[in-house]
């Protein structure tokens, strides 16, 4: 209907410019207008890798069956301490052997710091009780505050 064209063709002009200078006679068509440059979607703005998050990160677990995970975001105390008691849950629901245990969580946390740690110090961390394990994850994280 015109009625529409008209109102589609008044949103195409900028408020403070006459409609007499802007391509406000023409309905705006985003499939061809959009894609073929007359409209700009202006500037992407990419968040920086080592930029602090803007959420926090969530722990999941779907089952006692499966070890919990630390998604991304940022981590703080809170997110430690369920991770530590999820993983606790599993390691019982699943009768883990404290030899296995850091093993079985050690690939769960998806921070970039975490995992840049976990690549470096792998075997050495491997090596570790589970507590001793969570101790240090603790002084990583909260020193990175």
């Not at 690549?119 to 990175?144: I, Y």
Request: net charge neutral.
């Amino acid at each position: 209907p015109k009625s529409c064209q008209a109102d589609i063709s008044e949103l195409s002009s900028p408020p403070d410019m006459p409609r007499s200078q802007t391509r406000a006679n023409t309905p705006l068509s985003l499939s061809s207008d959009l894609f073929n440059g007359a409209i700009s979607p202006g500037p992407l703005k990419m968040p920086r890798s080592n930029a602090m998050p803007l959420y926090t990160a969530e722990v999941t677990q779907v089952l006692a069956s499966h070890a919990p995970i630390i998604g991304r975001g940022s981590i703080g105390p809170r997110q430690l301490e369920e991770f530590e008691y999820k993983a606790l849950h599993f390691f019982s629901h699943k009768n883990v052997e404290e030899a296995k245990r850091v093993e079985k969580v050690i690939y769960n946390i998806d921070s970039p710091e975490v995992r840049a740690w976990v690549k470096e110090n792998d075997v050495e961390l491997r090596k570790l009780t589970f507590a001793v394990f969570m101790a240090r994850l603790h002084a990583l994280v909260l020193s990175s505050d």
